[in-house]
């Protein structure tokens, strides 16, 4: 035990006022394991023009205490490969582990509504913080927790033996799931995927809970979904809220770069637009623009005008939208085997005239063939994913 005892307290108490931290069992865990510990060697905390590697060493104790108690997301890794004892002065890069803010990772293990007995497989170990906070609540041997990155891996299993549990930390994708520690009660995924992979409903035992951040690749658009297996072998639930996390690494989107006026040389229709493609910067539709066109990335530039540019691409499908403003009047150019805008905005009219219904009015249902999303009273508001074609 560290000597941040009073900040585990303050912490499980915003966490309690935020409405957040409801059980007792869950309380003691939070006051219970020092954040501090699954840090080392250091954060990169966001700063002017990157991120400031700050390391634990390097840091007055009361300094550190107070970065580990923050209400935020701190970032561990940059680029599949950076600590912040590596770096000196302020980097740049994209995250790529960290130990996620305590407010989303309690949130979310209230949700898993555990009992003491139940086994638990966690996805995305990163730090090793939330599968501390489980085997304090469920004990070590009730938790297996899978990190990719064998470095990231290493430093969480050190992590938690210094906190005093041996629990199951396995270096793998965790897409797969631990078959070998199979079935489990509940699955718990802390980095995003496109859909649920069926691996984990197979290794869930039937009324057993999967909660992961679903619904495509870009940064925001994205839901907590959270399903129950039955015992036919399928799933389904609904997506309980907003839910934004990295994306598990062999999804994570590859931006579209180059010579974009080459990608949409070859229009195949040009028309004004009915609704603003600016709609796809809120959370929903870009939601929904992902069920109605998997894989579809959605690009933001600037021509050499100065004027606003939007693009849709799907890379796979070799097809594209282009969008130029005119005054309040958008122009859109399609090109490729799938019309996507038309997709998109038959998607997004439809949803629009059924009164924009929030996120958490989306159900779905995962089988090993495919994946159905639907908002119950709304036929034409229902995407279908196969799997076998
Ligand atoms: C946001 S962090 C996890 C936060 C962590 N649970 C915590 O509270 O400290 C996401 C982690 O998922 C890991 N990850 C990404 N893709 C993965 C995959 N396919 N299988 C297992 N882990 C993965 C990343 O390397 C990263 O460490």
Known sequence: MTGTTNE????????????????????????????ELFLHPGVFLPAEGGWRPVTADGTDPDAWAQIAYRDESLTTQLDGHLTADQA??????????????????????????????????????????????MCHRLGEDNVTTVEVDPDVAARADTAL?????STWTVTGDGLLGHPRRAPYDRVIATCAVRRIPYTWIRQTKPGGVVLATVGGSWHYGTGLAKVTVATDGTAEGQIIGRSSFMQARSQAEVPIAGDLSARTAYADSERETELPPLLLEEWMPAFLTQLAAPGTHFTRATSKEGNR???LFNPDRE???????????????????????????????????????????????????????????HPSLRWQHHLTC
């Open 8 to 35: 585990r307290r303050a912490l499980a108490e915003r966490l309690t006022k935020a409405g957040v931290l409801s059980t007792p069992r869950w309380r003691e865990a939070v006051e219970a394991v020092p954040r």
């Open 319 to 377: 097809s594209f939208a282009s969008f130029v403003q005119s005054g309040d009047a958008w122009t859109v150019r399609q090109g490729g085997p799938v019309a996507l805008w038309d997709t998109v905005e038959q998607t997004l009219t439809t949803w629009r005239d059924a009164g924009r219904p929030d996120i958490t009015a989306v159900r779905l249902r995962v089988t090993k063939q495919a994946h159905t999303y639907w908002i119950d009273g």
């Open 88 to 133: 000196s002065g302020t980097v740049t890069g994209s995250p790529t582990s960290s130990s996620t803010t305590p407010v989303t990772v309690v949130d979310m293990l209230e949700e898993l509504n555990v009992e003491d007995d139940h086994q638990i497989l966690e996805i995305g170990t990163g730090t090793g913080y939330s599968a501390a906070l």
């Open 161 to 165: 033996e210094t906190a005093g549990y």
């Open 309 to 311: 540019l939007l693009y």
